[in-house]
Each structure stands twice: as C-alpha cells, then as structure tokens.
C-alpha cells in the first residue's frame, strides 16, 4: 500500500502531537493503567517508568550541532509520523529523541500514533515480520515515503542478539539488559544511523 493511501488526511488529524503524547503517558500513569488491550500490571508499571524516563529525556537530549545542521539541509516540509506505545521501553528511549531531532530544524512537523489503534499502518511496516515500535516514518510534502527508522538502533539490537542467543527469555531480565545499554549509549547509536540516513539522500 502507498504511503498516500496510508497517511490520509483524516490519519493525521487523529494524530498526536509530542505534548498530546507526554499528556497521554501522564493521564495513563495518574489512573494506573495503560494504552492497548493488555492492561497486566507489568505493562502499567512499564509505562510509569517510561513516563519518568521520557521526562528525563525531555531535558537532558542535545542534538549534536552537526547533525542539527545536515538535518535543516535535507528536510524540506517533511512529516514524521512516528508509531508508538506508551507501554514500550524503546519508544520511553527513541520518541524523545525523534523528537529533538525534529525540533533541531524549522522544516518537519510530528504526529504520534498508538500501534494497537492503527494496525493496518503498523503492518506495512514490520520488523522481520513483527510490529515493533517505535516506528519512524518520513514523508515528504507531497505524501511520499522519504525513509523508515525503528524500532532500536543497532547498537541496542545487538545487546537484544547476544541475549537472544544466550538463552534469556525472563522479560524482566531482557528490559533492565536493555535500559542499561539505552543508559551507556547516550543516544549515540541514533545519531550516527540519522547521519548515516541523511547523508544517503
């Protein structure tokens, strides 16, 4: 399906913006609950930690000048349209980032939408055949598909590989192996794969 089938008008009206999307996650937290069909207690506590690291995130993240400015020398009316999950530790460490990013130049507007309330969009863009979030996709000003990103960067996939192939399978185990390397990366691995994802257009 094209992406202009996909991204219709009346999709990005029902979108959030990145303050509709921390109000969603504070709103969530305050009434002990979640986005998405599963309402466990391990998803509800995910997505207060995730609330708190998103915060945290808010402040901390600076973009480093160099890649602010090959980003304000390609995006040209861009739209990112990020697919997310409050409940998702990835998107607690990518969607903040994403959205520094964007901030970082005058021309690419976000939208936030929840994966469980839009699968048809999510399912044109798996990940070796699964919905993994967060998903970045850029359109440009007339609809069309300009690149993907997501769900991790690399650098973090690869923590997730050697787990994998060291036989964990505790979820609880995998999400602390997980932040931990979100911690000692510092967004690194994402910048350098949007430099790399710039500089190939």
């Known amino acids: 399906m094209q992406s202009q089938e996909l991204f219709t008008s009346e999709l990005l009206a029902q ?6 999307y921390m109000q969603l996650s504070e709103l969530l937290v305050s009434e002990e ?3 998405g069909p599963n309402q466990s207690a391990p998803y509800v506590h995910y997505t207060k ?3 708190q690291r998103m915060k945290r ?3 901390t993240i600076e973009v480093p000048a160099h890649l602010a400015q090959l980003l304000k020398q390609k995006a040209n009316n861009w739209r990112w349209i990020t697919i997310t999950e409050p409940w998702c530790g990835d998107a607690a460490q990518c969607v903040p980032v994403l959205e520094k990013l964007a901030l970082a130049v005058g021309g690419i507007e976000t939208y936030y939408i929840l994966r469980d309330e839009h699968l048809e969009v999510m399912d044109a863009y798996l990940t070796n055949g ?3 979030i967060p998903k970045l996709i850029c359109l440009d000003e007339n609809g069309a598909e300009v690149f993907t990103w997501g769900p991790r960067p690399a650098v973090i996939q690869e923590v ?3 787990l994998k192939a060291g036989g964990v399978t ?9 932040q931990k390397a979100y911690n000692a990366d510092h967004q690194a691995g994402m ?10 257009l």
């Open 160 to 162: 997730m590989n050697q």
């Open 130 to 132: 699964g919905r993994a």
């Open 15 to 20: 979108a959030m913006n990145y303050d509709g």
């Open 170 to 178: 505790e979820i609880a185990e995998i999400v602390e192996a997980i």
């Open 57 to 59: 995130l808010n402040k």
């Open 191 to 200: 910048y350098t794969e949007f430099e790399t994802l710039l500089q190939g």
């Open 49 to 51: 930690l995730n609330f």
């Open 33 to 35: 609950r979640t986005s």
